[in-house]
C-alpha cells in the first residue's frame, strides 16, 4: 500500500518478480486452456519425508487450440515435467514456481523447499535494487 500510495509502483513491481513470473507461469491453468486441478500444490512423499511435483493429467488431443500451443511451447522449451501414456494421454507438473523449483531441483524437504524460495526472493530483490539505482534513468522520469 505504501508503493501505491506513495507512487514507487513501479519499484514495486520490481520486488515481486517471482510473483509476476509465477503468474504468468500459471496463466494457462488459470485461463483453463490446460486443465487446472483443485489444489496445484505439491505432492509428498511419505517414505521420504520430501515434496514432489503435482500433476495434472489430459489428452493432448482434447485441449482448445491456444492449449496446444501452450502445451507444445512448454514442453519444447523444457519447462515443463511431462509424462507421455501409453494410452496417449500426458501427465503433466502443474504450472505453479514451487513446482517448478521441484521439477528443476528434485523432490526435497518442506524445510529445504522453502529456503530455496526465499533465496530466489532475495535474488530478486537484490536484481530489483540493481535495476532500480543503476538503470533508473532508463525507466522512471525522477531519480532520487
Same mark, same amino acid.
Request: one cysteine or more.
Given at each position: 500500500?505504501?508503493?501505491?500510495?506513495?507512487?514507487?509502483?513501479?519499484?514495486?513491481?520490481? !520486488?515481486?518478480?517471482?510473483?509476476?513470473?509465477?503468474?504468468?507461469?500459471?496463466?494457462?491453468?488459470?485461463?483453463?486452456?490446460?486443465?487446472?486441478?483443485?489444489?496445484?500444490?505439491?505432492? !509428498?512423499?511419505?517414505?521420504?519425508?520430501?515434496?514432489?511435483?503435482?500433476?495434472?493429467?489430459?489428452?493432448?488431443?482434447?485441449?482448445?487450440?491456444?492449449?496446444?500451443?501452450?502445451?507444445?511451447?512448454?514442453?519444447?522449451?523444457?519447462?515443463?515435467?511431462?509424462?507421455?501414456?501409453?494410452?496417449?494421454?500426458?501427465?503433466?507438473?502443474?504450472?505453479?514456481?514451487?513446482?517448478?523449483?521441484?521439477?528443476? !531441483?528434485?523432490?526435497?524437504?518442506?524445510?529445504?523447499?522453502?529456503?530455496?524460495?526465499?533465496?530466489?526472493?532475495?535474488?530478486?530483490?537484490?536484481?530489483? !535494487?540493481?535495476?532500480?539505482?543503476?538503470?533508473?534513468?532508463?525507466?522512471?522520469?525522477?531519480?532520487?
Amino acid at each position: 500500500v505504501a508503493g501505491i500510495l506513495g507512487h514507487f509502483a513501479k519499484t514495486m513491481l520490481l !520486488f515481486f518478480i517471482p510473483q509476476l513470473l509465477n503468474f504468468v507461469y500459471s496463466l494457462p491453468q488459470l485461463a483453463l486452456v490446460i486443465p487446472c486441478p483443485r489444489h496445484r500444490m505439491p505432492g !509428498f512423499l511419505p517414505a521420504s519425508d520430501q515434496l514432489c511435483t503435482s500433476t495434472c493429467e489430459f489428452t493432448v488431443a482434447e485441449l482448445p487450440t491456444l492449449g496446444r500451443v501452450c502445451y507444445t511451447v512448454l514442453s519444447s522449451l523444457r519447462l515443463v515435467q511431462v509424462q507421455r501414456r501409453p494410452d496417449g494421454s500426458v501427465q503433466m507438473n502443474n504450472l505453479t514456481l514451487i513446482n517448478f523449483v521441484l521439477y528443476v !531441483f528434485g523432490p526435497m524437504h518442506e524445510a529445504r523447499l522453502a529456503v530455496l524460495l526465499l533465496e530466489i526472493q532475495g535474488a530478486c530483490s537484490i536484481l530489483a !535494487f540493481a535495476i532500480r539505482y543503476p538503470l533508473a534513468a532508463l525507466a522512471y522520469d525522477v531519480v532520487y
